[in-house]
């Protein structure tokens, strides 16, 4: 059996979650997300959550601040409001971002 938890469209979380599983959300979650591995926002998902994880997948809403220790990925379906702070950020035609995007990167010395 696969590891993780599925949130689905009919469940509504309010508070402070924490973990070290993957998280898929098809429902609502509300507050503050704490996640050693992935999240997964389906399009019939919303986060309005402060979120600390590894990664992150939108396909859904999601508002808040997002910081990811590798990377975010916006699918065209993406509705995001948030400041993101994450090395890598993919941001997919069609979708909807606005807030500010942090990537620490080291240039080359010669730019």
Same mark, same amino acid.
């Given at each position: 059996?696969?590891?993780?938890? &599925?949130?689905?469209?009919?469940?509504?979380?309010?508070?402070?979650? #924490?973990?070290?599983? /993957?998280?898929?959300?098809?429902?609502? &979650?509300?507050?503050? +997300?704490?996640?050693?591995?992935?999240?997964? &926002?389906?399009?019939?998902?919303?986060? @309005? !959550? /402060?979120?600390? #994880?590894?990664?992150?997948?939108?396909?859904?809403?999601?508002?808040?601040?997002? *910081?990811?220790? /590798?990377?975010?990925?916006?699918?065209? @379906? !993406?509705?995001? +409001? !948030? *400041?993101?702070?994450?090395?890598? &950020?993919?941001?997919?035609?069609? !979708?909807?971002?606005?807030?500010?995007?942090?990537? /620490? +990167?080291?240039?080359?010395?010669?730019?």
């Amino acid at each position: 059996m696969a590891e993780g938890c &599925v949130i689905g469209r009919g469940i509504q979380v309010k508070g402070n979650l #924490t973990g070290g599983e /993957d998280l898929t959300v098809e429902g609502s &979650v509300e507050g503050h +997300v704490t996640l050693k591995n992935h999240i997964t &926002v389906l399009e019939s998902g919303e986060m @309005q !959550a /402060d979120i600390s #994880t590894h990664s992150l997948e939108a396909h859904g809403r999601v508002s808040g601040q997002i *910081d990811a220790q /590798d990377l975010v990925s916006l699918s065209a @379906q !993406a509705h995001v +409001v !948030a *400041d993101i702070r994450a090395p890598r &950020v993919v941001i997919e035609d069609g !979708a909807r971002f606005k807030g500010r995007i942090e990537m /620490d +990167v080291e240039l080359p010395p010669d730019l």
